[in-house]
């Protein structure tokens, strides 16, 4: 089974801090992505990337970037951490040739205080 | 308008019930759907996909596929508490790798 595994479960983090959230996938999947999910929005994609160093935006970009310097690895940063973006965040992968949709990691609950 | 449309629920249905779920969505060119659960607090995991037109069946689930109408859904046959959970219905488009998720059906199933 693929396994995509995220750093951290829970993080809470302090307003202004730079926040790196990281991504592993083990299957050496080409597409990783992040999303943010919150109450009544829904999934909203935040970035993704096709192959190393490819990067990207997807619906909701502002205060992110992301870093893919290995296949395997994919990182989401915020630059300078706000209040509004406590969230539960999801990276995923995904091959394309094989089309059998997106797997999942377990999920990091941010909060920044 | 959403490009992939779930009614938010909650659907409630008693155990042993079908639970029926639908998803509408807009590309017409849309090639692969996929439909996902998701546990308060946890990651949506896969649970079908579908490429082709017609029924297509894994144990207690059965996903139903109708291109030219644009909609794809899901039946959960004898329906049990544990099938309480959120799906999301997900639709690969005709161009790209991403796929593109619905808003997700709140299912309650009451013993």
């Known amino acids: 089974d693929v396994k995509v595994t995220q750093s951290s479960r829970y993080l809470v983090k302090r307003t202004g801090e730079k926040v790196f959230l990281e991504c592993v996938q083990d299957m050496d999947h080409e597409n990783m992505f992040w999303y943010r999910q919150d109450p009544g929005l829904g999934l909203r994609l935040i970035y993704f990337s096709y192959d190393v160093k490819m990067k990207e935006k997807g619906d909701i970009p502002e205060g992110y970037s992301v870093s893919r310097e290995k296949k395997e690895r994919f990182s989401l940063i915020l630059e300078s951490a706000s209040t509004n973006q406590t969230s539960m965040y999801l990276c995923?992968?995904?091959?394309?040739?094989?089309?059998?949709?997106?797997?999942f990691g377990s999920g990091t609950r941010l909060t920044v205080v | 308008q959403k490009e992939v449309e779930q009614n938010s629920g909650p659907l409630s249905v008693p155990e042993g019930a079908i639970a029926s779920l639908n998803c509408t969505y807009s590309d017409r060119g849309s090639q692969s759907f996929f439909w996902y659960r998701q546990y308060s607090g946890k990651s949506p995991e896969l649970i079908m996909f579908?490429?082709?037109?017609g029924d297509k069946e894994d144990g207690r689930f059965t996903a139903q596929l109708n291109k030219a109408s644009q909609y794809v859904s899901l039946l959960i046959r004898d329906s049990q508490p544990s099938d309480s959970a959120t799906y999301l219905c997900a639709v690969k488009g005709a161009a790209g790798n991403k796929l593109t998720f619905g808003g997700g059906t709140r299912v309650l199933v009451k013993p």
């Open positions: 579908i490429y082709s037109n």
């Open positions: 995923a992968s995904y091959r394309a040739m094989v089309n059998y949709g997106y797997t």
